[in-house]
């Protein structure tokens, strides 16, 4: 299931993501993704394209996240505290 997400093309071959977290409804934005990797990954549908981590190395894992599930770093670590047992760190 995908997420609503408003993406925006910046012209000079970067996107601009918003996104509205499921969990507390603020928004969240990631900006200046790397068009062509964005692409691979989100109009495949997730599905047979590359991993996101493999697709946008350079982005943060929270950036990641809100692509995925809109859900922003507070938010998720909300759900999964970096001391507890769901870290593999």
């Known amino acids: 299931m995908r ?3 408003v993406i ?6 970067t996107v601009t993501v918003a996104a509205t977290c499921p969990l507390c409804g603020k928004p969240s934005m990631v900006e200046n993704i790397p068009e ?4 691979a990954w989100w109009l495949d549908g ?3 394209g590359p991993f ?3 697709a946008l190395p ?8 809100v692509l995925i599930s809109g859900t ?3 938010c998720f670590d909300d759900m999964f505290p970096p001391d507890s047992d ?3 760190g």
Do not use: A, M
């Open 36 to 39: 062509e990797p964005f692409d």
């Open 46 to 48: 997730h599905r047979n």
């Open 86 to 88: 769901w870290d593999d």
């Open 58 to 65: 350079t982005l943060s894992s929270g950036d990641r996240e």
């Open 72 to 74: 922003h770093n507070k």
């Open 3 to 5: 997420i609503p997400l």
């Open 52 to 54: 996101i981590q493999n």
């Open 8 to 13: 925006r093309r910046n012209g000079d071959k």
